[in-house]
């Protein structure tokens, strides 16, 4: 499905988006989630996963903050996605800075995840390659990852999204590149944990591939428009959710070279 057509359909659908991620994140997501055109839900209780989550067009899981109790809700909502055939979207931010995180990426992982989104160090380490990787800032390029992502593509079936100045997205056999944004982008925090809960509306209406792709294109064009009127990045964050609001379907096509 065109990306153009992607956001045609998200916005008439307005898809529900579960968002379980982490506390610097929720109220940036939920805005750029409900600027874009879909309905965000920051539900994380275990107890009410099970009822909640196969209600949804997306499950979307972020590790930014995890703890035992939220480890235990995203397992849940993964293997509920699964079981009801709803798609989901695994964020494993900083993964690699301690043992408890890393497991819970790994055991989030091995349930397939529809989409799989990270900065390169990010992905770099689930591949189980030596990144530079600084907390949840990336120390690696986007083309040193390139590898890395094509073949957790191909292992867990997933598509698998690097973002960076130029983001990278496969399958494991098709893959493109999105270009466009601004620098501004990484000194406003929690934008890319917010490009993740957009990419679950994305998956709720159309094809993983095609919604990795819409999704990528969507954030380089508001985020190219929006650097036009900045000063910095506290005026940024207020252009950036207009850009996502005012963004026209036809717009999407052009930050994508396959």
Same mark, same amino acid.
């Given at each position: ?142 083309? #040193? /990852?390139?590898?890395? *992502?094509?073949?957790? $593509?191909? &292992?867990?079936? =997933?598509?698998?999204? @690097?973002? %960076? ?37 994305? #998956? /709720?209406?159309?094809? *993983?591939?095609?919604? $990795?792709? &819409?999704?990528? =294109?969507?954030?380089? @064009?508001? %985020? ?35």
């Amino acid at each position: 499905m065109a990306p153009q057509d992607l956001l045609t359909t998200l916005r008439a659908q307005n898809p529900l988006v579960h968002c379980i991620t982490n506390y610097v994140a929720m109220n940036t997501a939920a805005n750029v989630v409900l600027a874009a055109g879909a309905s965000p839900a920051m539900v994380h209780a275990k107890e009410e996963i099970a009822e909640f989550s196969p209600i949804c067009g997306a499950v979307t899981i972020n590790i930014g903050t995890v703890s035992a109790p939220w480890a235990a809700s995203m397992l849940t909502a993964a293997r509920t996605a699964n079981d009801k055939k709803v798609p989901w979207v695994l964020d494993p931010v900083a993964h690699f800075i301690s043992g408890f995180r890393k497991g819970v990426a790994q055991d989030l992982l091995a349930l397939r995840p529809t989409i799989l989104r990270g900065n390169a160090s990010e992905i770099m380490a689930l591949a189980g390659e030596a990144g530079a990787g600084k907390g949840v800032d990336s120390g690696d390029s986007v083309g #040193a /990852a390139e590898s890395a *992502a094509r073949s957790i $593509a191909e &292992a867990y079936c =997933a598509v698998v999204v @690097v973002t %960076g100045p130029v983001d990278f997205v496969t399958d494991g056999a098709r893959a493109a590149k999105i270009t466009g944004g601004s620098e501004i982008m990484p000194m406003v925090t929690a934008l890319g944990c917010a490009q993740t809960a957009l990419m679950g509306a994305y #998956a /709720a209406s159309g094809p *993983a591939f095609d919604a $990795a792709l &819409a999704t990528t =294109a969507h954030f380089k @064009v508001a %985020g190219t428009k929006a650097a036009q009127q900045a000063n910095g990045p506290g005026s940024f964050q207020v252009h950036f959710l207009d850009a996502l609001s005012a963004t026209q379907p036809d717009e999407l096509s052009g930050a994508i070279q396959e």
